[in-house]
């Protein structure tokens, strides 16, 4: 652990996500699907000083061993994550993100006409792009701001 990590507090057993760029933890969480209904500790860093970075967020669930398939689609909004696996408070497993093929569920296709916006029990689903993200149903692309279509 560095200084740095230490700014929030240490976990004894769980999953912290490091150098999310600033101002996108609040995405990571909604991608994880963590609203604060489930009984999750959560505890957030944002902007904090990063070496790396300049400013980074780190986020902190306890008591939860986040999966890496859950953690690859954080790969969307936060490339350059590290994943720690934290057990009785030493990190046991560390991992960077990788970009997923495909992102099912998890994001909301723009297309208005999308037989995904439509009302049909039918997920969403993604084909992930070397510059953007394609719906597998309709072929919409989408390239900026992937994090404002978090299905929330
Ligand atoms: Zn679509």
Do not use: W
């Not at 990590?5 to 609040?26: C, M, Y």
């Not at 990571?28 to 400013?55: C, H, K, Y």
């Not at 590290?82 to 057990?87: A, G, Q, V």
């Not at 792009?129 to 404002?148: E, F, N, P, Q, W």
């Amino acid at each position: 652990m560095t200084d740095q990590q230490l700014r929030v507090s240490k976990i004894r057993n769980g999953t912290v996500i490091d150098h999310i760029p600033s101002g996108q933890a609040l995405n990571v969480l909604a991608i994880l699907g963590i609203d604060g209904t489930g009984g999750d500790v959560v505890s957030i860093g944002m902007n904090v000083p990063s070496e790396r970075l300049g400013r980074k967020d780190v986020v902190k669930v306890e008591d939860r061993e986040l999966s890496q398939s859950e953690l690859d689609v954080l790969s969307l909004v936060a490339p350059d994550a590290t994943i720690n696996i934290i057990r009785e408070y030493d990190v046991t497993e560390k991992h960077r993100v990788d970009r997923p093929e495909r992102v099912t569920g998890v994001l909301r296709c723009p297309n208005r006409n999308c037989i995904t916006t439509e009302g049909e029990p039918v997920d969403s689903e993604f084909e992930v792009l070397d510059d953007g993200i394609r719906c597998v149903y309709c072929d919409t692309i989408i390239r900026d701001d992937i994090a404002s279509h978090i299905l929330v």
